[in-house]
Each structure stands twice: as C-alpha cells, then as structure tokens.
C-alpha cells in the first residue's frame, strides 16, 4: 500500500498546474471549441453601439437643418414669385390668360377679366366654350386646338366694344410644353391695337 500511494503521489506532481484558457485562432477557448470571447461590460461591443447611435442623432439632425434651410429658401422664392405675379395681374397692360390641356382656365390677369366684364370666380376653372359663348369659341377654336398640339398662333381679331365703338386685338396663343415634351397648355395674350380716337374725330374741345 505505501509504494502504490508513492507512485500516485508522483503522477500528481507531473500533472501541469492549470492556467489561463488558451484562445483558438477560430475564437473560440482551446478544449472549448465554438465558445466566443467574452466581452466585459462598457467594452467596445457597447461603445460602438453608443457611438452608432450618436452618430445617427446627428446625421438624422442634419438633414433636418438642411431641409429646414431649403423650405425657408422655397418660401423665399415663392414670395418673390406672387410678388412679381401680383405686378403682372394688377399692371401689365395687356389682357393674360393660362389655359390647360382641357381648354379650361387656369390664370387670367385683371385687364383679361376687365375685357370679358367677368369675376374671378365666374372664369376660374371654366372652359373657354362656357365662358366665352358658343359664337366666339366657334371663331377661336381652329387655332386654339393648334396651339394645344404644340403649334404657336397668331391672329387678329376685332370686337364690337361696350360704347358702340370697334376694337383690333393681336392674339398670340403659345403652348406650354412640359418635362416629357407633351402640351400641358397654353398662354393667351391679347395686344390691344386699336388707333387712339384723336381729338378732332371725338368732337371734343380743349380749352387754352
């Protein structure tokens, strides 16, 4: 019995104390294949995560200041157009008028709604044939549908007015073509070209 238990003992002081896990170059602990390494908390697993996030924030908040920034350019833009738009209603001397691919109004300017003795209302979204009548429709509707083909026009026209008198009107119908090439509409203007009644020819006097 002593001599076994004396071998026992020196095949006990063979046996290599143990150390620390040996890692595998698959990541795993050598005896251990397949077990990952072990992240601490507050290591670089959560930093990167804490780090994605900010850096998400501050792109997310980025593009809301650009996006706020282009709104204030578009509102700014827009203004500018109404004002230039309001200058061109209220002055322009001559009579303006937008009309879509429908033949129904989309624009008209104060001296277009003056020569018709319309409201806005009464034009607004109305087809040329409503608002018109029957009569002068039938006389514009040839180069009307040209200029909606894509084909500027041009013509004279001449209008008993509201005093008993003649007037001449150059019109121009110009198409509106869009980004794919078709015809989205057309602008009307219409150049007032009748000669001034001279002093002599109305009967009337001036004083000295």
Request: with cysteine.
């Amino acid at each position: 019995m002593p001599s076994n238990s004396f071998k026992v003992a020196r095949l006990d002081r063979n046996v290599p104390a143990p150390g620390p896990a040996q890692r595998s170059p698959a990541g795993g602990v050598d005896g251990l294949p397949g077990v990952g390494r072990m992240v601490e908390p507050g290591t670089h697993a959560g930093g990167n995560r804490a780090e994605a996030t900010v850096c998400s924030e501050l792109s997310l908040r980025d593009q809301l200041t650009q996006q706020e920034a282009m709104l204030r350019q578009c509102k700014q833009e827009l203004d500018a157009a109404r004002s230039r738009l309001s200058f061109v209603d209220e002055f322009f001397p001559a009579h303006m008028a937008y009309i879509d691919a429908k033949e129904c109004y989309r624009y008209h300017n104060r001296e277009y709604r003056e020569w018709l003795g319309l409201k806005a209302e009464e034009i607004d979204g109305r087809t040329m044939r409503e608002v018109l009548g029957e009569t002068v429709y039938a006389e514009i509707a040839a180069p009307l549908r040209e200029a909606l083909t894509g084909r500027p026009r041009r013509y004279d026209r001449t209008q008993k007015t509201a005093n008993g008198g003649t007037a001449r009107y150059f019109v121009y119908l110009i198409p509106h073509f869009g980004d794919a090439g078709s015809v989205l509409g057309l602008y009307a203007l219409l150049v007032d070209e009748t000669e001034p009644q001279s002093v002599a020819d109305s009967g009337a006097s001036i004083s000295p």
